[in-house]
């Protein structure tokens, strides 16, 4: 069936270190994937998103790649801040208005 | 107004209780969704309206009953729940399929 799933449940950082958030999805056909940051207690956040034309996307200090050829996708944070810890789940647009997220992956940003 | 309004942000129900979410966008958004989701999990789609119309039930129980009255807003109904629907339920909306979606805070629901 369709899942999109992440390589590393939890990550731990030293601050002022980058960051590398993996996700690996399983529809080839899927052609839009986002990134989304959850904190505690808050709905999932917008990050940055890309198209299946494209191969890197970047934004304010992160980074998203995708390789179609193996399905992955990760994202890159620069200069990780105590600000960044959080939940990061990679999302999929599977169909009109359906999005499959996975499992996320649990950033924890040491002093 | 940038935001996706939830409301109650806290809710604890008996399972013989009825009660509503609520939900409110004023971005213009044409989709509203509702998702659920557990502790530690990722959001699971519920429902999805576009256009005011109900497109999208992932199989959702009855006991789950969306209604979309105008097209800023958006209520799930809840009747005779069980103790396993205890969960953070999470309205979103969004312009159409590309563009994302902006989320609400959530209403942390606790059957007893």
């Known amino acids: 069936g369709e899942s999109v799933g992440l390589h590393l449940p939890t990550l731990s950082v030293q601050e002022g270190d980058n960051s590398i958030i993996n996700c690996a999805y399983s529809n080839s056909a899927s052609d839009y994937f986002i990134w989304y940051k959850q904190e505690s207690g808050k709905g999932p956040q917008f990050i940055i998103d890309i198209r299946s034309n494209m191969d890197k996307r970047q934004g304010q200090r992160v980074t998203v790649l995708l390789n179609k050829t193996v399905k992955h996708l990760s994202l890159q944070i620069a200069a990780t801040q105590p600000g960044d810890s959080a939940v990061y789940f990679c999302a999929e647009i599977v169909s009109y208005d359906k999005v499959i997220f996975g499992p996320g992956t649990s950033l924890s940003v040491i002093p | 107004d940038t935001e996706v309004t939830q409301t109650p942000k806290h809710l604890v129900m008996g399972m013989t209780n009825k009660k509503s979410l609520k939900c409110e966008q004023h971005?213009?958004?044409?989709?509203m969704y509702w998702y659920k989701q557990k502790a530690k999990k990722p959001p699971e789609l519920m429902f999805v309206y576009s256009y005011e119309k109900l497109s999208i039930n992932e199989s959702v129980p009855s006991r789950f009953s969306p209604e979309c009255p105008n097209s800023s807003l958006l209520n799930l109904h809840l009747h005779a729940l069980q103790p396993e629907d205890s969960a953070l339920y999470l309205c979103a909306s969004s312009r159409g399929q590309v563009y994302g979606y902006t989320f609400g805070s959530g209403t942390r629901l606790t059957v007893v």
């Open positions: 971005m213009g958004h044409r989709a």
